[in-house]
């Protein structure tokens, strides 16, 4: 069976930090594309960042660039989203999703697999 669980997520302040884990199981983590989206109250569901496992190829949406960092440790599954320098438009539910195509893409179509979601607020 195919899992993501996110944490990670919780209350910080304007210009703090917050490291978003999404841990997999139930599949071959190396063969896959992980996405971050994030959703907020009244708004779609955004792409936020997406790496490819096999080439760790990374993408980013432009609100996010020079401030988030996605990165992963394939030995343990895991998907990281560094982020820093954090606004109050980055208060959101934050979703980690696997394709199985391994195409990272930050639209969510291709996605196959999501977790259920953390909650990120940030504070002004």
């Known amino acids: 069976e195919v899992q993501l669980v996110e944490s990670g997520g919780g209350l910080v302040q304007a210009g703090g930090s917050l490291r978003l884990s999404c841990a997999a199981s139930?599949?071959?983590?190396?063969?896959?594309?992980i996405g971050w989206f994030r959703q907020a109250p009244g708004k779609e569901r955004e792409g936020v960042s997406c790496?490819?496992?096999?080439?760790?190829?990374?993408y980013y949406t432009n609100s996010v660039k020079g401030r988030f960092t996605i990165s992963s440790d394939n030995a343990k599954n895991t998907v990281y989203l560094q982020m820093n320098s954090l606004k109050p438009e980055d208060t959101a539910v934050y979703y980690c999703?696997?394709?199985?195509?391994?195409?990272?893409?930050?639209?969510?179509?291709?996605?196959?697999?999501w977790g259920q979601g953390t909650q990120v607020t940030v504070s002004s």
């Open positions: 790496i490819s496992s096999s080439d760790g190829s990374t």
């Open positions: 999703a696997a394709d199985l195509g391994g195409v990272a893409t930050l639209w969510y179509g291709p996605y196959d697999y």
């Open positions: 139930g599949f071959t983590f190396d063969d896959y594309a």
